[in-house]
Nanobody, 122 residues
Framework: QVQLVESGGGLVQAGGSLRLSCAAS????????MGWYRQAPGKQRELVAAISSGGSTSYADSVKGRFTISRDNAKNTVYLQMNDLKPEDTAVYYC????????????????WGQGTQVTVSS
């Protein structure tokens, strides 16, 4: 089994900061790309930021300069530092990891966390 557990969401005023964490655990051989997505009410889930196993990052235009994604490979954990938060950042944030499981050969599958709510008040 593989689990992704997120933490760090909450309620914050506009201009504030939050740091999200997502820890992967279980029968993991290696983790490739990791990313953060978000879904606001009535909208489709969108990619916010991604990071490769080597540390290359990419961001949605709406969060560039405000959000920073990072990872700790030793802890199988990905982080999202969110600064200068805006009301439009309000959403459920999900992490996703491309994981190669022990004993599963070369197969890599995507796994999702359960989501954490981020609410930004104006």
């Amino acid at each position: 089994q593989v689990q992704l557990v997120e933490s760090g969401g909450g309620l914050v005023q506009a201009g504030g900061s939050l740091r999200l964490s997502c820890a992967a655990s279980g029968s993991i051989f290696s983790i490739n790309a990791m990313g953060w997505y978000r879904q606001a009410p009535g909208k489709q889930r969108e990619l916010v930021a991604a990071i490769s196993s080597g540390g290359s990052t990419s961001y949605a235009d709406s969060v560039k300069g405000r959000f920073t994604i990072s990872r700790d490979n030793a802890k199988n954990t990905v982080y999202l530092q969110m600064n200068d938060l805006k009301p439009e950042d309000t959403a459920v944030y999900y992490c996703k990891a491309e994981i190669r499981r022990k004993g599963w050969g070369q197969l890599t599958s995507g796994y999702w966390g359960q989501g954490t709510q981020v609410t930004v008040s104006s």
